[in-house]
């Protein structure tokens, strides 16, 4: 029978063979030592080897040499250390299996009102039931930065093949438009990431086919889609630089609407921008702009808003007469940079430039937040708009600037019965944030009251945190236990170490009336560093006269009616302390 081995080895024959010919491993038992392995103090692994059946193996001539004193290279491990097992791998957590039920929201019911209008509403840009769809979300802004197009692997195509999928995306946003009743939609100016990039913009031929066919479903259905250039779009800027670049803006979006087919209807909205410091001379230049640089399909699709900074309805209103621009009018912008005209006639004059081109009138509503004060607070829309206008025109096409996009139409379809809505697809209107400035206000009021209870007799720790409310209890319970000590024994507590014996003189010195002064002579204040070093090394000198004295002479105060007890030397205080304590001394 073959040796207990730690090793598992193959079985053995029985019958006794040639031996192999060959060199020997080793020539001595000294060598074969050297190979065994050495004991390690390193965790060892569980390795399992395998032996392969060695011809002429002479399992006597084997055990011949053991008793020799000769040690085989594979000799069994140690018995006295054991190798360590691996330690055991952590289990993981179960994965929580996903609901697959689909989620039931709560939609509370709305205040029915009346009203005439039978124009569109619309939304901007991005469907949030679309976006959170999975795996695949549907949106038509997908985008990357200059450094993914440098990088080899993405360059240039990448960054065509995102504006690709965009419009694909936008085909699906239209039909799913037409299932809910939604018939006006403002496409994304971030269609083709970088397409009016000075040094990496590029035409929209490549995506012809996809372009015609988002456009021929909009026309199928009867639907409206415009865009908004962003902000740095400004044609009146004293720069040349800028208004190179607005101009490639302005074309890359007429390409848009050129490839999909789209009709006079699907226009550009711009505003004027900054009055960089003369607005009449800003004015002017737009004016320049527009005669000289822009092409007859931009001008033919070019309108301008008014905005809530610097130009208000008065202010576009004459330029947009005089060049014949149509003026989509902003509520809320009028709501916070008012025009002088009533808003009545202002709409009726706004109205006759529309007809006059041949365009459909449009209009922008959004609502503030709840609780804005500032001028910067009450630019910010909110979720949703709580009504429409009472002077909107019955037949007007309305953009609902809202946050909550598609939801805030669903909202005013219900209030105003316009359109039925498919209720699997309205969500929760989400509580409103409160702004900056009201969350430090209620958190000072809350400080103030929490500091009002204290003073009145309330909890003073309704501000504090857990740990704060431990320590001051810990402190009072020390405080309770030292004075209960005084009033049992007559000995008050010795300090801890001389530093705190120096604090405790230093709070009963009553010369604290003079100015300390430092060694150039310059005074120094009362609490100051130097100070409490110098206090700190006074009384560690007077503590160490006078602890050989301290022995002999001591006076106890003693409580009336408590029996009076033998102090203990200090030495042994001090001795009695170094053995219940565990932690290294201060000094």
Not at 42 to 53: A, F
Request: hydrophobic share 35%; charged share 30%.
């Amino acid at each position: 029978m073959a040796p207990k081995r730690k090793r598992t080895a193959a079985a053995r024959p029985t019958t006794p063979e040639p031996l192999v010919a060959g060199p020997a491993i080793v020539s001595s038992p000294e060598e074969a030592r050297a190979l065994i392995r050495r004991v390690s103090s390193r965790k060892k692994r569980k390795v399992i080897y395998t032996e392969e059946d060695v011809v002429g193996f002479d399992e006597e001539a084997d055990d011949l040499k053991a008793d020799t004193g000769f040690e085989s290279p594979l000799t069994e491990l140690d018995e006295d250390v054991p190798a360590e097992d691996d330690p055991p791998k952590k289990k993981r957590a179960a994965r929580r299996k996903k609901n697959a039920e689909p989620i039931v929201y709560d939609i509370p019911p709305v205040e029915t009102k009346v009203t005439t209008f039978k124009g569109r509403l619309g939304y901007a840009c991005l469907n949030t039931v679309l976006r959170a769809m999975k795996p695949e979300p549907v949106f038509c802004s997908r985008t990357l930065r200059i450094d993914t197009i440098l990088k080899p692997e993405f360059g240039m195509d990448y960054c065509k093949e995102l504006g690709r999928r965009n419009v694909e995306d936008l085909v699906r946003l239209i039909q799913w438009n037409e299932e809910n009743n939604i018939r006006f939609l403002r496409v994304s100016s971030e269609m083709f990431p970088f397409a009016s990039h000075e040094k990496y913009g590029y035409t929209l031929e490549y995506a012809e086919k996809e372009l015609k066919a988002a456009g021929d479903l909009a026309k199928r259905y009867g639907h409206r889609l415009t865009t908004h250039p962003g902000q740095f779009t400004q044609l009146g800027s004293p720069r040349d630089v800028v208004v190179d670049s607005a101009i490639r803006d302005l074309d890359y979006h007429c390409q848009m609407f050129r490839y999909m087919g789209l009709n006079q209807d699907s226009v550009m909205i711009i505003h004027m921008g900054g009055v960089f410091n003369d607005k009449q001379a800003t004015i002017e230049r737009f004016k320049q702009v527009y005669r000289t640089r822009l092409t007859d399909e931009m001008r033919a699709r070019l309108v301008l808003e008014n905005d809530e900074i610097c130009y208000n309805a008065d202010d576009l209103l004459p330029v947009c007469e005089e060049l014949g621009i149509p003026l989509v009018f902003d509520y809320h912008h009028n709501w916070i940079y008012p025009s002088e005209i009533p808003i009545p006639e202002l709409i009726e004059r706004i109205n006759k430039i529309w007809h006059r081109k041949g365009i459909k009138p449009k209009q922008h509503l959004s609502s503030p937040c709840p609780g804005a004060e500032t001028v910067m607070e009450k630019r910010k829309h909110a979720d949703r708009c709580p009504e429409l206008p009472s002077e909107l025109p019955d037949d007007m096409d309305l953009m609902i600037e809202a946050k909550d996009k598609e939801q805030a139409v669903f909202q005013l379809y219900r209030v105003y019965n316009l359109h039925p809505v498919i209720y699997e697809n309205l969500r929760p209107e989400k509580p409103a944030k409160p702004f900056p400035r009201m969350v430090k206000a209620q958190a000072a009021e809350d400080a103030a009251a929490a500091g009002a209870e204290g003073t009145n007799g309330g909890s003073a720790d309704a501000g504090t945190t857990p740990r704060t409310r431990r320590a001051r209890s810990k402190a009072k319970l020390e405080k309770l236990s030292e004075t209960s000590e005084v009033l049992e024994t007559g000995v008050a507590k010795e300090p801890k170490d001389l530093e705190d014996r120096a604090d405790v003189q230093a709070m009963n010195d009553n010369d604290n009336d003079a100015t300390p002064m430092s060694p150039n002579g310059t005074s120094q204040p009362k609490n100051s560093p130097r100070e409490r070093s110098n206090r700190r090394s006074k009384v560690k000198v007077e503590v160490e006269a006078s602890e050989s004295a301290y022995d002999e002479e001591t006076t106890i105060t003693v409580a009336p009616g408590a029996a009076a007890v033998e102090p203990m030397p200090i030495s042994k205080r001090k001795t009695l302390g170094e053995k219940k304590s565990t932690k290294a001394p201060s000094e």
